[in-house]
């Protein structure tokens, strides 16, 4: 086996230019691959986070800060799920516009500031400059509220211990009203970038899942403010922070609850928001928008694919035609033909990881000097799935390849024909 | 020894250009013995060869080596057979262009069942029984002619096997050197190796102990 792997290492050293040419043809295909694959996945990119939700039964609202139900403010999710009929606390997710101020020289500023049920922040990681994102900050057990920042005037540092004032509106027995300041410690646990997309309700532009996001640049810009402060929802309620539901909320219904109570809850979700949609039909609007999206570039995708197959089939037979006459040579020193097809099979395998190797750092390099700015470049596991299936589809036709080509010839055939 | 009864070889079996190449060919070669084989283009003497050396194969008949029925081995031990019983010169040297000389000699030896721990040092020895040793890492398509074939000599018995067929060993060479590769033949043959030499060249034939005429197919007595 050793003197296999020699030989096939003995097959790249030797035909330099050839394989050069080879490894830079198949490294392309499997960069356009790569590519393809992305572009395909991205399509989904906002379909997947929430997949659970959207592919249930039930609706997709945006709530105002104003919203009640059954007389008071929504402040968390069991408040919606408990007049929904069919609806669980956790079948709930929202974000909610968080009661924070910051009190300057007399004056009360309220903070852009939302928490999100755990469900989403779960589900929606956002490109982060530093730091972390809420679903990866450790509960330390401390008074500062971890918060996830995105600061226009880049002023704010991670670690940086902020101190904000929550304002309560209370009424002692006699029914006087007063508003209570509570100062409120804020850690920053993470910063996001200035092109980060986060779970922000805008409005109904689509009616399909490209609705359920917004760039912060454009939520700073729009609403007017410096800085936007991103919570989870328990670190809100552990500090006794006053929060109302704001933007957006998956509520899911049971599949099984009568049509009644469905045209019950429809009467009860008109009541709350009058911005909605039935999760059904969100997702076939989601569907068609990825459908479509698909359709407009599977043309390329089928064109790379047929490219990969007619190149895998040129780099073998190329490759083989130019290696048959040793390969003979090798069996008439004492080598079955078995091997001499492990010989090309090694040969292809190193041909195609140097190939695969090249294609990841070309990419990369590409990627970080920005050449692929406006490109979707991604590596998940199916895009490494992909390469593999390249791989065998490779390794398959290396083996195969010199099966054909001697099946029909004997060693002294191939010998005296060339 | 080499036994050969009927053999009979048959190309493009059952299609329009059928063509028998041997046709009933028997013949016994002992050991130690230096054969030529002789006859027109087309006669069959290559085909003969190329089935002695085990890279061929054939219709009827049967062929045993140290009575050893070929027919019966399955491919590995075939494969083990022409790495260790037999050697193999070719006429247009039959070498890979690109590897250095010792790199050639030593394939037999890589592929042999079983390894040898001083691969190179026997590679060596063979080189410089036929006097290569000072260009064992030159590459062989630097190399002339008569070179070629003498390294091609050397890879032929570097595992010491007992027959060493040679197909047209001199056809691609002048007669200087035509000389020189006979000298190295008879060497072989004088430690005990048995020879047989397919040629078209009297000349080349009159130098072996024995010769075998092949007339369309069949052995001409």
């Known amino acids: 086996m050793k003197n296999i792997c020699k030989l096939s290492l003995k097959m790249l050293k030797r035909n330099k230019l050839l394989n050069i040419y080879i490894i830079i043809q198949m490294a392309i295909v499997f960069a356009m691959t790569i590519f393809m694959v992305s572009s395909l996945t991205s399509r989904y990119h906002y379909y997947l986070p929430f997949k ?63 928490s999100y049920d755990e469900e989403i922040y779960n589900n929606w990681i956002p490109d982060m400059q530093e730091g972390n994102w809420l679903s990866d900050i450790k509960n330390s057990g401390s008074e500062e509220i971890p918060v996830v920042v995105y600061d226009t005037t880049h002023s704010m540092k991670l670690g940086d211990v902020l101190e904000k004032q929550s304002i309560d509106y209370i009424e002692d027995d006699q029914g006087n009203g007063k508003n209570e300041v509570k100062k409120i410690k804020l850690r920053i646990d993470g910063i996001l970038s200035d092109d980060a997309e986060i779970v922000h309700y805008n409005e109904l532009e689509y009616g399909d899942c490209r609705d359920i996001f917004s760039t912060v640049k454009d939520i700073t810009e729009r609403e007017g403010y410096e800085t936007l402060y991103l919570f989870r929802s328990q670190d809100i309620h552990s500090a006794d922070i006053f929060c109302m539901s704001s933007g957006i909320a998956f509520i899911n219904t049971n599949c ?44 390329i995708f089928l064109c790379i694919l047929l490219l990969t197959i007619i190149i895998t089939i040129s780099v073998n037979a190329i490759t083989t ?16 033909w078995k091997m001499a097809m492990l010989i090309s099979l090694i040969h292809a395998a190193f041909q195609t990881l140097l190939a695969l190797f090249t294609a990841v750092i070309s990419m ?55 | 020894m080499i ?47 190329h089935i002695l050396a085990c890279i061929d194969s054939y219709e009827d008949g049967e062929y045993y080596i140290d009575d050893m029925l070929v027919k019966n081995l399955s491919e590995k031990k075939l494969a083990e057979i022409r790495n260790s019983k037999i050697g193999m010169v070719m006429q247009d040297y039959a070498l890979v262009d690109d590897f250095s000389c010792i790199e050639n000699v030593l394939l037999p030896l890589d592929f042999a069942k079983n390894k040898k721990a001083n691969k190179t040092e026997l590679a060596m020895n063979a080189l410089k029984s036929v006097g290569m040793d000072g260009m064992a890492k030159k590459p062989v398509n630097k190399l002339s002619g008569g070179q070629k074939q003498r390294v091609a000599i050397a890879r032929a018995v570097v595992n010491e096997p007992s027959i060493i067929l040679a197909d047209e060993p001199t056809g691609a060479l002048d007669s200087k050197t035509s000389a020189e590769i006979m000298g190295l033949f008879h060497k072989l043959n004088e430690n005990g190796k048995t020879i047989i ?25």
């Open chain 1, 52 to 114: 659970k939700f959207i592919e249930s039964d039930g609706y997709f609202c945006n709530l105002t800060s104003a919203t009640t139900v059954l007389g008071k403010y929504v402040q968390c999710s069991s408040d919606i799920s408990e007049a929904v009929y069919g609806a669980e606390e956790s079948n709930v997710q929202a974000s909610y516009r968080v009661n924070l101020s910051n009190i300057h020289e007399d004056n009360m500023y309220a903070l852009f500031s939302y």
């Open chain 1, 256 to 299: 099984n609850i009568s049509d009644e109570l469905k045209n019950e809850n429809q009467t009860i979700i008109i009541g709350i928001t009058e911005d909605f949609m039935e999760l059904k039909d969100f997702q076939k609007n989601s569907q068609k928008y990825i459908t479509d999206e698909i359709k407009k570039i599977m043309p």
């Open chain 1, 321 to 336: 035609y130019k290696e048959v006459t040793n390969y003979a040579l090798y069996y008439i020193c004492g080598l079955t």
């Open chain 1, 364 to 418: 990369l390099v590409c990627y970080f000097i920005n050449i692929f700015s406006n490109t979707v470049l991604e590596f998940h596991p199916l895009q490494i799935l992909v390469c593999l299936a390249m791989i065998i589809m490779n390794m398959i036709f290396a083996f195969i390849m010199p099966y054909i080509i001697i099946r029909n010839s004997t060693p002294r055939e191939i010998l005296t024909s060339n």
């Open chain 2, 3 to 49: 036994k050969l009864s009927d053999i009979r070889k048959i190309y493009n079996k059952g299609k329009s250009n059928e063509f028998e190449a041997l046709k009933e060919v028997s013949l016994t070669i002992n050991d130690g013995e230096m054969t030529a084989v002789i006859g027109k283009s087309g006669a069959g003497k290559s085909t003969l060869l």
């Open chain 2, 197 to 221: 030499i397919v040629t078209h060249d009297m000349e080349i034939a009159n130098q072996c102990g024995r010769i075998i005429e092949i007339f369309d197919g069949k052995i001409k007595f």
